[in-house]
């Protein structure tokens, strides 16, 4: 078995012409893509259409391939569009097509393995909480067992679009009156997530976790989970990124912590364990995807300077943070086809968060 990506520039959200022309000209099925990743020129916010319109354009080019509705199409392929491409962030989506049969033997050389699954519903009451920790833990778990991987720390991007389930202001006044109020927002729902990947991997314990420390203590998080999150999304959407020795093909990735958005030497160093070197020609680039997640420290200062994303009125700290990022990336690497989304509660260590890189290698046969 092996994974092909196609990374497809866009001329805004609803453009589909060139992924419509890759299976026309029957480069991969419609019935092999399991995800398609991308960014949006939207704001990243809550009325962030831009994001809903890709979607759209995706669920009518893939329901007649399919054979389904275009409201059942996100039940066989994830899609996961993070608004913002602020700077010079090229809009893009990466496409990630599943072939063949996984080899009968493990191999010395390790190659991207990639599988997707969806939680079960969540009540309200749920996110940001335990219950949603536990259960994303567990959807990790087993996706991560499909994928014959020699250990878990060869798991290296767990990509989530969590859930944020619609709630009334009785269900809300309720949850007040019984002194739990509901968590059930893009806060809420980022941070349980990546604390859910965090138990699944070992990256923390469950003994160390409870509903108080969410968003609480930050030295507890995930050097290998990013979430964004969805209003009106019942059920948080995984997509697990993996390095294993029974799967084929000419691409890997590979992981690493950023130490704050401005750590040019954290990205070189996920960079060298790929063997890349840098900046990449990007009209033959081996870059196939950059995943980031941003955030303005909240403590107001960078590297003992203080900045001020957080009190700047004009601009949201959102969008500056993913345009520092997403210029250091471009710089550093060469290519501006990068995927930053904000914010990172507990996606790596306060201010920072995590950098993965997918790239193509020379493919072995052996």
């Known amino acids: 078995m092996r994974v092909r990506a196609f990374a497809v520039d866009t001329r805004d959200p609803a453009d589909v012409d060139e992924l419509r022309r890759l299976l026309d000209a029957q ?51 994830i899609f996961s569009f993070s608004g913002g491409t602020e700077g010079v962030v090229a809009p893009h989506m990466l496409v990630l097509v599943r072939e063949g049969e996984r080899a009968s033997q493990r191999r010395p050389v390790k190659r991207l393995a990639v599988a997707i699954g969806h939680t079960r519903a969540f009540a309200p009451e749920e996110i940001g909480r335990m219950p949603q920790i536990e259960e994303t833990a567990r959807l990790v778990r087993e996706i991560a067992g499909t994928l014959d991987l020699d250990a878990l720390a060869d798991v290296h991007l767990v990509q989530m679009k969590g859930a944020i389930p619609k709630f009334s202001p009785e ?10 109020a509901l968590r059930c927002d893009m806060v809420g729902s980022r941070a349980a997530s990546a604390l859910g990947v965090a138990l699944a991997l070992g990256e923390v314990e469950r003994a160390q976790l409870s509903d108080e420390v969410v968003c609480n203590d930050w030295s507890l998080y995930s ?16 997509v697990v990124f993996a390095n294993s020795p029974t799967w084929t093909g000419d691409l890997m990735i590979e992981h690493g912590i950023l130490a704050d958005i401005l750590d040019i030497e954290g990205v070189r160093a996920v960079a060298r364990k790929l063997g890349l070197t840098l900046p990449v020609d990007p009209s033959a680039s081996p870059l196939v995807g950059v995943f980031a997640k941003s955030e303005a420290d909240p403590r107001g200062r960078i590297r003992g300077r203080r900045h001020t994303m957080l009190s700047d009125d004009d601009i949201g700290d959102t969008r500056y943070s993913r345009c520092v990022l997403s210029s250091v990336l471009a710089a550093t690497l060469g290519d501006t086809r990068v995927y930053v989304s904000t914010r990172a509660e507990h996606h790596g260590p306060l201010g920072g968060g995590p950098l993965a890189i997918v790239a193509r290698l020379p493919e072995v046969s052996t």
């Open 223 to 238: 050097g290998v989970a990013s979430c964004s999150a969805k209003p009106g999304q019942e059920r948080t959407e995984i």
């Open 171 to 180: 269900q809300a006044q309720a949850a007040e009156r019984a002194g739990r």
């Open 27 to 77: 480069a991969f099925a419609a019935s092999d893509v399991i995800a398609v990743i991308g960014k949006t020129e939207g704001n990243g916010g809550r009325n962030d259409f831009s994001r809903g319109l890709a979607m759209a354009a995706l669920e009518h080019l893939f329901a007649p391939r399919l054979g389904v509705a275009a409201e059942q199409v996100q039940d066989r392929v």
